[in-house]
């Protein structure tokens, strides 16, 4: 046998170790490599049934390590008051998702999974989370700063129980306050809803300066992923009926809904939630030219579009009627990641079905993945798919707490304050002998928050911590100023009690989505009767809790002052601040404020304009101290 010359084995033996190296190499793992190449890379690597996996975000409830394994699962959310326990640390949290983390890690290529959920005024599904005011408030302080400041919070609050993404800011333009979801609208005027999308950069980070339009951006672990939602037109429906039909022409669906999306875009908004509803007849799940036409190849957004929860299911009347049709309109509409949160088997054997049958592309497969993996390259879940503990001091910290005390300052907006400048009832005197708190609003941190907040719908009652306006009213009066609270007074009570005056809190129940669209905007009992029982023989100021504008003109003329507070939040003592001159009022309607109901929808610039209060209204008045 011939003798193998010396160099040749040595060159054999650097080949073989040299294929060993690269085994273990994968330029996908390699965060020094350039993200399209990470991104070619792990695509080269994926089956379809791995990259079905990835567009398929379903709910807590019914994932785990074992599902998140055999399905390849892409995204887990919590629905609105899906938590891993009442009342759940953030360590809990956190071990909630690294289970399903360590699920999606085990599989052949281990592709993190992305957790989502709807931090919408701060982290609200969160037990003891700061809890900011609701986006109609933030409009009224016209600060697109402080919103900014709000999405930085939001995202350290939302980081600290181990989550990296939101389905937030919500950039509806609420044209009708009828919607059940008109306090998650910055305002009626797209110009305001464009300035506050600063609160993009606050969750994300503010992109480099030399960075590419369009292209989505997280910076670093302290930041998380936003949602620009809910597109396009959501907040235009037919008298503000939630997820129905928006009658509009194109050109007032391009300048009064469509400006925040581009705004958010070159923010380096991350991903975009698909509407409910409809454009002239057409479901917005089922948009080619909207979602892939003009958001993708127009607006040239690189990001991920994700459905709304259970979007495609709802593309038919009844819901689930034709869930084939639904899938291949979805997804062949620009539909990259299904919010199918509890019926998932379905959907995914529904879908490889029909790309496996040709009726779906491979291309159209290929760039929703392409866009769901640049998201999580993006936001660094390769590098640290599992969160820790370090972040839990952030859940509801002081300084946060200050920050939604500030912005409840600056989103009261004064309505009315005495019948002439020469009798005003605000600021507040705080050293008299006795005043009454009045009202189904005063002792309630639920119904200060509003939807959104523990629960989908909210709950009324101290569902969580925080400051009622009652405990912020006793905080800030003279140590013998006597504070009487009563619910529901008769008019007989409050007559024969001496009071100084009374500030009545009531409005709205706490209420989300659909529960909440409302086509006679009447402020609910006993409202009515605490503001005429306490206002015909005492001063008044009546402080009002709602998510939009209500019917107030048949009380105005027996209210003193009037002040429209919306849905604060946890931070009550910001309300008394400005009460008691502690601070000015300075914010300005976000929208205008009818005199009825049949006057709806009615919008500034509108040529029956004819308003109890116009847009931009607010009375200011002055602090008492230097602060």
Avoid at 130 to 154: E, M, S, Y
Avoid at 310 to 315: A, C, Q, V
Wanted: proline share 5%; net charge neutral.
């Amino acid at each position: 046998m011939a003798k193998v010359p010396v160099f040749l084995i040595v060159i054999l033996e650097l080949y073989c170790w040299e294929a060993i190296g690269n085994a273990e190499y994968t330029i996908y793992k390699d965060s020094n490599r350039p993200l399209n190449r990470r991104i070619k890379d792990l695509m080269s690597r994926m089956s379809l049934e791995e990259k079905i996996g990835q567009m398929t975000q379903i709910e807590r409830s019914v994932a785990s390590a074992e599902v998140m394994k055999k399905y390849y699962i892409g995204s887990v959310l919590s629905g609105g008051g899906s938590v891993p326990a009442q009342q759940a640390s953030p360590e809990t949290w956190v071990d909630m998702v690294n289970e399903f983390q360590k699920g999606s890690l085990s599989t052949r290529l281990g592709i993190p999974m992305i957790y989502g959920i709807d931090a919408l005024h701060g982290h609200n599904n969160a037990y003891n989370a700061t809890i900011f005011p609701h986006n109609i408030g933030l409009g009224a302080t016209r600060d697109p700063q402080l919103v900014k400041k709000i999405g930085a919070a939001t995202a350290l609050e939302i980081r600290a129980t181990g989550i990296p993404y939101t389905f937030a800011p919500c950039i509806a333009v609420c044209r009708d306050p009828r919607w059940g979801r008109c306090y998650e609208s910055y305002s009626e005027d797209p110009k305001i809803v464009r300035a506050m999308t600063e609160i993009v950069p606050g969750l994300q980070g503010d992109i480099p300066s030399n960075s590419r339009k369009g292209i989505p951006y997280v910076d670093g672990k302290e930041k998380v992923v936003a949602c620009a939602k809910h597109y396009v037109g959501d907040g235009g429906t037919t008298k503000g009926i939630n997820a129905n039909n928006t009658v509009t022409s194109k050109h007032e669906l391009l300048s009064i809904h469509m400006p925040a999306y581009y705004n958010s875009i070159i923010k380096g908004v991350s991903t975009v939630m698909v509407s409910y509803s409809s454009w002239n007849g057409v479901k917005m799940h089922a948009n080619r030219d909207l979602v892939t036409g003009f958001l993708k190849n127009t607006l040239r957004f690189r990001g991920f579009v994700i459905s709304d929860m259970e979007g495609i299911d709802l593309m038919t009347s009844p819901s689930h009627a034709n869930y084939t049709y639904s899938i291949l309109a979805g997804v062949n509409a620009g539909i990259d990641m299904i919010m199918v949160p509890y019926n998932y088997t379905e959907f995914i054997d529904g879908l490889t079905m029909l790309v496996k049958n040709n009726f779906i592309p491979m291309t159209r497969i290929d760039d929703a993945v392409k866009r769901i993996l640049r998201v999580k390259f993006t936001v660094g879940l390769f590098e640290n798919p599992l969160a820790d503990y370090s972040m839990a001091k952030y859940l509801g910290c002081q300084e946060h707490r200050e920050l939604a005390r500030e912005a409840v300052r600056k989103s009261l907006v004064l309505l009315k304050n005495g019948e002439s400048a020469n009798e005003e009832l605000i600021p507040l005197s705080r050293k008299t002998s006795k005043i009454l708190v009045a009202g189904t609003h005063a002792d309630n941190i639920g119904n200060q928050c509003g939807g959104w907040t523990i629960q989908w719908q909210g709950q009324s009652g101290n569902i969580t911590h925080g400051t009622t306006i009652l405990a912020a009213i006793k905080n800030t009066v003279d140590h013998k100023t006597e504070v009487v609270f009563s619910e529901n007074p008769d008019a007989g009570y409050v007559k024969s009690n001496n009071f100084s005056y009374a500030i009545v809190v009531v409005g709205e129940p706490p209420y989300a989505e659909t529960d909440g669209d409302n086509l006679n905007l009447t402020i609910p009992d006993p409202g009515p009767s605490v503001i005429t029982n306490a206002c015909s023989s005492v001063k008044c100021v009546v402080v009002l809790i709602t998510g939009r504008p209500v019917v107030i003109q048949p009380y105005l003329a027996q209210i003193d002052a009037l002040v429209a507070a919306w849905l604060p939040g946890t931070e009550g003592q910001g309300v008394a601040d400005v009460l008691f001159g502690d601070y000015g009022f300075t914010g300005k309607l976000p929208r205008t404020w009818f005199k009825n109901v049949d006057q709806l929808p009615m919008n500034v610039g509108d040529l029956h304009y004819d308003p109890l209060f116009p847009f931009g209204y607010g009375l200011t008045t002055e602090p008492l101290k230097a602060n």
